[in-house]
């Protein structure tokens, strides 16, 4: 459960993110201890080891996700593949956590639409989203 007494570790300048869009792998003992933001160029998520943040090279890694803002973020359970939606909403990318490479690209559908929600399932078999026009996908 949640420490007793937390206290802040650090902070990190993003760019204007007004949804509050930011993801942390979901356990402790992942591949990755990852926390996943916005960057600063649009379009951009950074990558930062939360498990390893008092090393030097602490320093977040940065993949250009889309071409326009991003609207979605999610990473799976082990750490090791996040999903990205922009404000398009036609296509979801999965990437690589650790060689830094997009896996695939999904197309949810040609109009644009408002992701509002990715989810990898436990197994990583699947991928669920939904959007502003009443409709789930499954991958």
């Known amino acids: 459960s949640f420490p007793n007494n937390p206290t802040k570790l650090f902070s990190i300048d993003t760019r204007d993110n007004p949804t509050g869009l930011c993801e942390v792998t979901p356990g402790k003992l992942n591949e990755r ?3 996943v933001f916005p960057g600063f160029k649009v379009g951009s998520i950074q990558l930062l080891d939360i498990h390893n ?23 799976n359970q082990q750490g090791t593949m996040v999903a990205t939606a922009s404000v398009k909403g036609t296509l979801i990318r999965i990437w690589d956590t650790s060689k830094r490479i997009q896996l695939v690209e999904l197309r949810r559908g040609a109009d ?22 009443g409709t789930v996908h499954v991958f």
């Open 33 to 35: 201890e990852l926390l």
């Open 112 to 133: 644009t639409a408002r992701i509002y929600c990715i989810n990898f399932s436990l197994t990583d078999e699947w991928l669920c989203c939904s959007s502003d026009k």
């Open 53 to 75: 943040i008092t090393r030097v090279s602490s320093a977040p890694t940065c993949l250009n996700a889309h071409r326009t803002e991003l609207t979605c973020i999610a990473i």
